[in-house]
């Protein structure tokens, strides 16, 4: 994913961007360092996880990084240029998203960008693609289930760039892309499912983990039949209005 993403990145001028960086939600710090070895300079991580951000500085050792959630961004009004969520907006929690764009608003200077790349739901998508939509599918379903806590999820691309445009930001660039490795069956089963298995075997209403259940077993089908990914991700670049 690294790879083609930066080339993506660099085609729409990331690498142009002269002033320090965000990336909310920097897990493992991998987007952290791409954004870095594409632009040059300051790259300030944030994430909740504790343990994501102790990986984060072996990943890359140049970082600043801040624990810290995103509904009040611990950073001074107009002090970054741009602002990345990668990988991030569909796993907020969804009560949550209205006041983080809210605060990016906030810690941007004028004319500032946010960063959205993300996986996306498409019409007629290929079983392989498809999959990578339905294991988040199982996963944030079953999270919900088990401690109520719904996320933003997985939309169409026409749909996140609406939402994020009638709260204060301006489409410059969208594009949509298959990014990610293409995993065979044995690969997939290898390292899918532990969390959403865990949290299936502690939903407690029937009905509820009968349908994710289901839904498992189709993903088991789809993965031994096609593998995994790439994943169709949307790419898109706004700018403060």
């Not at 952290?32 to 790259?43: A, D, Q, S, Y």
């Not at 001074?76 to 569909?90: A, D, E, P, Q, Y």
């Not at 693609?129 to 401690?147: D, R």
Request: with cysteine.
């Amino acid at each position: 994913m690294t790879y083609k993403l930066s080339l993506i990145l660099r085609g729409m001028g990331i690498n142009l961007v002269a002033g320090p960086i965000l990336d909310i939600g920097c897990g493992t710090g991998r987007s952290m360092k791409l954004l870095h070895n594409i632009t040059g300079g300051l790259v300030v991580g944030i994430d909740v996880n504790p343990v994501r951000l102790k990986i984060a500085k072996e990943v890359y050792e140049e970082s600043s990084l801040v624990c810290g959630d995103a509904k009040l961004l611990p950073f001074r009004n107009s002090c970054f240029k741009l602002v990345s969520l990668i990988n991030t907006l569909h796993e907020l929690k969804a009560e949550l998203v209205d006041s983080l764009l809210n605060e990016v608003r906030r810690i941007l200077v004028d004319k500032g960008l946010l960063l959205i790349v993300d996986k996306c739901f498409l019409p007629e998508l290929k079983p392989w693609e498809e999959l990578t939509i339905l294991t988040e599918k199982a996963y944030h379903e079953a999270k919900e289930a088990v401690y109520g806590i719904r996320s933003f999820g997985i939309h169409k691309p026409s749909e996140i760039i609406e939402f994020i445009s009638l709260r204060g930001f301006r489409p410059i660039y969208c594009g949509i892309w298959r990014i990610g490795r293409r995993l065979s069956s044995t690969e997939f089963f290898m390292s899918w499912g532990k969390k959403t298995f865990q949290l299936l075997g502690m939903i407690k209403d029937e009905t509820i983990r009968t349908r994710i259940a289901k839904l498992i077993s189709r993903i088991r089908k789809l993965a031994s039949k096609y593998g995994y990914g790439p994943a169709p991700v949307i790419v898109a670049l706004f700018e403060i209005v």
